[in-house]
Structure formats: C-alpha cells, structure tokens
C-alpha cells in the first residue's frame, strides 16, 4: 500500500473491519444498522480518504466481497459486470477498459496509487491484474489529469490492495473452470506491535481457446503466469509509518503466427514480466500537517520470437519500459472544512523496444495542489491543478472544479469538469517499424523526417513521393501535441430508504488532437509510410444509471445502464455536408446518407447495462447470485466502401452474458463454490475465412469449482 | 395534372424546335451514350516489394467504347488501382504511356444520376506528383478495408464517387466504378482470397457532342 494518507493508520482497523470477510464488530459512530454501505470509503478522487458518498464526483467501488461473491479471477472478468465498464479486446492481444466510451490508452490503471506501465501498442492489458489479492477496486471517470496527470483523459481505475491485520491469518485457494483454467491462490498475513507483513502468491494458467477455426493459430493461446506480491510495515510510533511493497507477474504464452497468404505456420513464445517497487513514508506532523514521502520504480519487459519450421528465427521482438517517480506529499487541514492537499513529483521513463532507432528517455517534474472546502454546511467544493513539465512535448496544466451539494440527507446533486491529457507515448514519437511480410512502414513523428529523407535518398520512395518531399517533411514542423479533454459530469444521487439507492449521472468529455496513424508517403512497392498526427476532434456523451435494492435481509437486486454517444466530428461533419454515400446492392444504385445514417465511432455499444441478483442465507452459510451483462450492437469497421460506420454496415449484434454463482461455507472456514460463466454459451466466432474479426473474443461457456480455506 | 400535362406538352414543343434548329445549323446531337464494361483487365506485371508498379496500362477510349492498344487514341487508363488519363505528365513508371491528349479528371461526390453537369473548373490532369485521380483509400475512387489479420484486405469502391473526365479531345464523360472483382461479386460476399482482383466493371455515360457539359 503505497498511497496510504497518514491517518490511514487511525482509520485501518475501521476500513479494514467493514470490509473483510472476518467481519465482527463493528466499531462504528453511525447509528445505522446498514454500515457496511455507509462505510464505503475511497482514496482515488482527492487522495484523501473520503465516504463514497461525500465524493462530488462520479466514482464506483468494488468491493473485496463482491470479487468474492463472483469468484472472478482477472481483472478483465470483474470489471464488465459493472455499468459503464467494459473491457475490450486490441488488436496487439491485450484487453483494455473502456471508461466511458474512451479507449484503454486513456484510462490510467494504478496499483495502490501508483501506475501500472507496459503499454507496447497503447492498451494496459487487464488479464496481467489477478483479483486475488485486491481488497478494493476503485474507479473514477471523467478526465483526472488534475491529481493524476498523464493518461488520466478518460478516468483511473485503482486496485487497492490489503494491508497486514493484527495476528497471522491466511487464505489457500483454488479454482479449476473450462479451458483447463487452474487459478490458485495463496494469501497470507502477520502483524505484531510495529511490524506488518502480507505475502501473495497466484498462479494462473490456461489452454487458451479458439473462435477462429479457419487459421491456425487460436484466439488466445496457451498461457501461465505467475504473480507474488509482498508488503512491508513498520511503525515507527503512532505517527510515522514505513511501507514496503513489491510486486512480480511474469507471463509465459506461446506465440504462433501464420503467414495469410502462404500458409505457413511460426510457433515461437512470448515472455512477459512486471515488477512493481514501492517504498513510503507517512508521518503526521501534527493535527494539521501530514506529509508522505513515495518512491516508486517499475519496469516491465517483454520478449517474442517466432521460428520457422526449420527452428531459424523468423522475427524476435523486445520492449523494456523503466518507470521512476519519487513524490512528495502533504495534507494541511485548517479545519473540518479546508482541507489543501499538495504534491510534487519527478518522473523518469525509459524505453529500449525494437524497431527504435534510438533508447528514448522522458523527463517529467510536476506539481500539483487541491483544495477541499465546505463553504456553508450543505456544499462541498474541490478545486485542483496540476502542472506537468516535460522534456519532450508541451508542458501541461490541468486544473479541475467540483461541487456536491446535498439538498436533502437523501438527495445530492454532483457537478464536475475537468480537464484530462494523454501524451504522446514512445511509440508515436520514435517507432521505425518496417513490416517484413507487407512492407509498409509506420514512423514515430520525431524520427519521421529524418527517415523519410534516407528513405527518398536511397530511392524506396515513388518519383512522386519524392517530388512532393518538401511539402510532406513540411507536415512535420509543428511539435506533436498531447492528446488532450475537456470532461463534464452532471449527476445525482438518491437514496429515499437505507435499502435503496439510485444514481444518474450525465457526462461528456470533448477530445481533441486525437493522435491518428495516416500515410505521408508512398513507398515505391506500393505500400505506403505512415506516421502520427493530431487530426480527429471526438465526443463521448452519455448517461449512466445505477441502482440497487436490498429487498429483505436475504436479496438484493442492482441494475445499470449506460447509453453512449461516440463519433468523431469530423466524420459527423461530412454526413452533414451529404459527402457521405451508400450503394444499394441490388441495384448497384448509390443513394446520399444524412447525419442519422451516421453510427459513430467502432468498437463501442451505444446501450450497455447489466442486473444481478444476489441471495445470502446467513443461517445456512450459503449464498448465490445470478448476473447479466447485456450490450447493444456495436459497429466494428466501415463494411460498406465508403470509409464510415453507418447504419447500413454490418454490425455485431446485441448480446447478453449470464452468470451464476453458488457459494457454501462450511466449518466456517471452507468455502465451496460452484458456477457457470456465460451460462448460455455466447460467442462471436469468425463465420467465414473472410471474417478476420473476433470483435468481443468473449470465450464460450465456462463452469467452474472453486475452494477455499481460511486459516 | 391537366397543366402538368401542358406544360410536359409545351416542353416537347420547345425540344422538337430546338433539335429542328440544331439541324438548320448541321449540328445534329448525338444521343449520349450510357455504357457498362465488364472485366476490364488491369494487369500489373511488376513491381512491388520494394519496386515501383511495372507494366502496360490497359487503355480506355470512349468514342468507341472499347478497350484500345493505340499510343494516342485513348483517354483513360488502368493498372491496378491506379487510374490515369491521357492528359498531363508521366509519372515515369515502366509501362506507363506518354501523354499526347488534352485529358483531364475530377471525383464529383454525389450519386450518379445526378451528376448532370461538368464543372470545368474542377479539372486536374495527371503531374509526377499526382494523378488526377488520387491513387488513395478514400482520396480518390475506392476504398481499402485494410491489411490482414484485422482488415478484409479488399479494395472496395467509395460509394457516391463519380469519376468525371474530359476525353483527351475535350468531349465528357462519367464513370462509377462498380467492382474490381472479376464478374463483379456482391460486395458482402467478396473474399480477397478467392476473388480475381484488378477486373473494373464499370458504368459510364459518355457526351459525344462536342461542348455539351450535361449528361441528359
């Protein structure tokens, strides 16, 4: 746990008690019976501790008890149960969440506050995060580049993790499903007067599965990894606290690729590792100053080969990322109702990656500050800035304005904006990629001239390309600017009884500078040189709804929907401007399409929404649940000829995801559980041999039996 | 509907009058010619893979409506996806013809049957840099659905494309491109795999009169 605010201390025993399963007492002021709920605190929003509720912003949490209900065992599994969020899988492999119909590249993923990294094509694959040892998951959307800086565009999502607990207690578990999935954990953890240790071992593997039975390579491919994570605490006294805590995934997957159009098959293997070292100091001052002092350093590497037949080495492949960031922190509390946070960082990254003609390196100094007030009783403001400088692209300044204001106990209204960045990663400033089977070239912009040049000198370029060669360096004169949003949120909250509760939240986040691949240059085999530039404007607008009910002491129902607006305005301005056609396939005839013709951006639902229902007989120790998971259709790509998804594409149609859970404790400390993911087998598999795409890559149905024993 | 038809009346008068007119002059208009040619064969005999396109072009004529092997007497032409006309200048590749005419070409964005009229204005020929038709997805007459494993690796024509040229002897014509498949497959039944690239099926209404900047 790195991001513990000082007086995460005073409030352990509290946080931890309302959500641990050893739930006993419950050492709670409120007078509600229905603490749990009540209790449910964050750190994500303002890195301070705060209820869920009080939080002027759109946030969720899930909990350890909800992972356990489920018995989920990635990331990606938990997180599409939740309204709004969907993980979706990229093109290089990995599966990324979508927050808010913005793409994983925009979505900052933290581990105890601090970054997750490794990201070779821009997606931060969620299948590297087991859930065994996450006590907390928190999300917040809209843009938070205000505390977060860099890549918070979209939203962040924090996996918190547990802290040791008085005593020595522990947990084995395993989980045997289809697919020859074995998930096996191992949680252990000791505490005694000034000295806290937690260690966490799992061990995933699989045989992967196959929608695609017209190639030979499979959709995933057999795989096992491993994670250990381990943290540290010293108390020094009441007021300083030491945390220590690291983490190492490695993953190994074989890797298999098919020449398309010859046939032939290279098997190779791809080796993946992520380790994560975090060291901090919390200490309080006094009553109103508590400082913490974070170091953190990660690095994540990757090696793929392919071999021929004959065993030579057909391609290999390395990327080696290293993320440093020391930060300093401080919490200075006037009184209950002024609260300033500041910050202040240093972050140092390096890459060395194949097909990079240079190791490039990021600088980063930043600062940042917030202030948190009350100024009557019934309103609560936070305003923030963040100032990032940078060695390579434009400095930036995100500053960020929320109110809550609670009309009644039972009604508050949330406002927001905010403004959110991604900036150009290596990959966009300094690729030099030729692909050896087609030919064509992608070119980071910084390298881009340059090469451009060599590759004119030395005649790989068309007569054409080379006499436009001036205007198209020419492209290359401005600096490549970081993609960048401006997000509002509107919401409220109702909650008319203790048992039930309802959300609606508006949002809308604008993005500009979009950083698009298009081609500059036409190589003389005919294949064409790409490169990066900020060209789209797009919107993402929407609304989501959350509600649950506790019927009785023994049901309880939660439902959400999200409705989704995504489309590129400039797309939207050539509907309107009636530059956009369709051809009628019977009659070769083509006919003119109007604004409403035009679907939006791929890869993303307009109606996504979900339901559970969840059974506790706390008598007999046993409990289930029964969840859907329902998205409208989606486009997938221009199926039609004239470049834009329209209705008049081919779509992936609606679909709907059932789940089912049975857990039984016995002798109170072994817990059986049994289940059906998918009960009813959705898959999209590839139909045709001309059908490349898998869009969901949703597996089929998967049964399961899971045990576990507490000690 | 009794003026409806008075008027449609009077409108036949007037055309009658004015072909009558035309004939005084000796001028007499040629009805304009609307044309379809399937599997139109644009070979591409080199290149590629490090090396420009290499090969002869298959040259189009309108006059006569047919496929030609003459050095002069022809205005369009194919290889591959590229499109030139006779008009302009070379870009130099092997194979490709010189340009002895006064061709010239525009993409109108509209469907077909209406594009009606020629703007002379937007007439662009053939420059080392450029043809005139952009040889480019979604710049010029089709589109490509991208590479494999993730695209359908097809060349697709932009709907709502209308190739609008000027014969290399200052006549007009339009052209929609209906497939570059050979037989012309349904579009959602095309695999790259298995259909025939670079055979064009293509409409075209041709103005054989000298000056007529109208297809009707």
């Given amino acids: 746990m790195s991001l513990n605010k000082n007086y995460f201390c005073i409030y352990f025993l509290l946080f931890f008690l309302s959500y641990s399963q050893a739930q006993e007492t419950k050492p709670v002021k409120k007078d509600s019976t229905d603490t749990e709920k009540l209790d449910e605190v964050l750190i994500t929003a303002t890195r301070t501790i705060r209820q869920l509720s009080t939080v002027p912003l759109p946030v969720q949490i899930i909990t350890r008890k909800q992972i356990q209900a489920i018995n989920s065992v990635r990331l990606t599994d938990l997180l599409n149960e939740y309204t709004g969020l969907i993980t979706v899988p990229d093109f290089g492999g990995g599966e990324g969440i979508q927050l808010q119909g913005l793409d994983s590249q925009y979505v900052l993923i933290l581990l105890d506050g601090v970054p997750l990294v490794g990201r070779s094509a821009g997606t931060l694959d969620l299948n590297r995060v087991t859930v065994g040892n996450i006590k907390q998951l928190e999300i917040v959307k809209g843009p938070s580049s205000a505390l977060y800086g860099n890549e918070a565009l979209g939203g962040v999502v924090n996996i918190i993790t547990a802290d040791p607990i008085e005593g020595f207690s522990g947990d084995i578990s395993h989980r045997l499903s289809t697919f020859n999935n074995n998930d096996t954990n191992l949680n252990l953890s000791f505490k005694e007067e000034n000295f806290g240790i937690t260690a966490f071992v799992n061990r995933f593997s699989s045989d992967g599965y196959d929608l695609n039975p017209f190639n030979q390579t499979q959709t995933v491919e057999p795989f096992k990894t491993f994670t250990i994570f381990s943290k540290l605490t010293y108390d020094f006294n009441d007021d300083t606290r030491l945390t220590f805590s690291g983490r190492y995934f490695q993953n190994d997957q074989d890797n298999v690729g098919e020449n398309v159009s010859t046939g032939e098959v290279f098997r190779g293997e791809s080796k993946e590792e992520d380790l994560n070292g975090t060291l901090l100091l919390n200490h309080t001052f006094n009553e109103k100053w508590k400082g913490q002092l974070e170091f953190y350093i990660s690095n994540y590497n990757t090696i793929e080969f392919l071999n021929d037949d004959v065993g030579d080495n057909f391609t290999q492949s390395e990327f080696d990322q290293y993320f440093i960031r020391p930060e300093v922190r401080a919490v200075y509390t006037i009184n209950k109702n002024n609260e300033f946070v500041l910050g202040a960082g240093y972050t140092k990254e390096t890459l060395d990656r194949t097909n990079f003609s240079i190791s490039p390196e990021f600088n980063s100094p930043y600062l940042y500050g917030q202030y948190d007030f009350n100024p009557i009783k019934k309103v609560n403001i936070i305003a923030g800035f963040r100032y990032d400088s940078h060695n390579v692209y434009t400095d930036q300044l995100s500053p960020k304005l929320a109110i809550q204001y609670d009309i009644t106990k039972k009604l508050s209204l949330k406002g927001s904006l905010g403004y959110g960045y991604k900036a150009p990663d290596f990959r966009q400033l300094f690729l030099d990629f030729t692909n050896s089977l087609v030919g064509y070239t992608v070119l980071g912009y910084n390298v881009a001239p340059q090469r451009l040049q060599d590759l004119a000198d030395n005649g790989f370029l068309t007569a054409g390309s080379i006499a436009n060669l001036p205007n198209i360096l020419s492209m290359f004169n401005e600096d490549l600017q970081a993609e960048s949003s401006v997000g509002i949120n509107i919401g409220a909250e109702f909650k008319p009884t203790n048992s039930i509760k309802a959300s609606i939240n508006f949002f809308r986040n604008d993005v500009s500078n979009l950083i698009d691949v298009i081609p500059v240059a036409q190589r003389s085999n005919g294949q064409n040189v790409f490169s990066y530039f900020n060209r789209n404007e797009v919107y993402f607008q929407g609304l989501e709804l959350n509600s649950s009910w506790a019927v009785n002491k023994n049901f309880t129902i939660s439902g959400g929907y999200q409705y989704l607006i995504a489309k590129d305005k400039e797309e939207k301005q050539d509907f309107e401007d009636g530059r956009v056609f369709g051809r009628d396939q019977s009659t070769g005839l083509d006919f003119q399409l109007d604004k409403n013709d035009y679907f939006g951006l791929p890869g993303r639902a307009r109606h996504l929404g979900n339901s559970k229902l969840f059974y506790k007989n706390i008598k007999g120790n046993f409990d289930a649940n029964l969840r859907v998971q329902v998205s409208g259709k989606q486009g997938f790509m221009d199926t039609n000829g004239n470049g834009y998804v329209d209705n008049f594409d081919d779509f992936l149609p609606s679909y709907a995801i059932w789940d089912i859970a049975l857990n039984k404790t016995f002798f109170e400390n072994y817990r059986m559980s049994l289940g059906v993911d998918n009960l009813f087998d959705f898959t999209d598999p590839i139909s045709n041999p001309n059908d490349n795409n898998s869009i969901t890559q949703i597996p089929g149905r998967m049964y399961y039996a899971r045990i576990k024993v507490n000690f | ?216």
Avoid at chain 2, 90 to 97: D, H, L, R, S, Y
Avoid at chain 2, 148 to 175: C, E, H, M, Q, S
Avoid at chain 2, 181 to 190: S, T, W
């Fill in chain 2, 1 to 216: 509907m009794r003026k409806f038809k008075f008027l449609s009346l009077f409108a036949l008068l007037t055309i009658l009058i004015t072909s009558c007119s035309s004939d005084d002059d000796g001028q007499t208009l040629v009805p304009i010619e609307s044309e379809q040619i399937t599997n139109l064969f644009a070979d591409i005999t080199g290149g590629g893979m490090g090396q420009p396109d290499e090969g002869p072009f298959t040259k189009f004529d309108f006059e006569s409506g047919s496929i030609t092997t003459s050095d002069t007497d022809w205005d369009i032409a194919f290889r591959s996806t590229a499109i030139i006309v006779n008009g302009g200048t070379t870009q130099g590749t092997v194979g490709e013809p010189e340009r002895n005419g006064n061709a010239a070409a525009y993409v109108a964005e509209d469907t077909f049957a209406n594009v009606t009229e020629v703007d002379e204005s937007l007439f662009r020929q053939d420059s080392p840099t450029e043809l005139a038709i952009i040889r480019a997805s979604g710049m010029g007459w089709y589109t490509y659905t991208g590479p494999p494993p993730f695209g359908t690796n097809l060349i697709l024509p932009t709907p709502g494309r209308v190739l609008v040229f000027r014969t290399r002897d200052g006549k007009y014509a339009k052209v929609s491109i209906d497939s570059y498949y050979r037989d012309n497959p349904p579009e959602d039944q095309l695999d790259a795999l298995v259909n025939e690239p670079r055979y064009y099926t293509f409409d075209y209404v041709y103005q054989p009169n000298e000056g007529v900047t109208t297809f009707e």
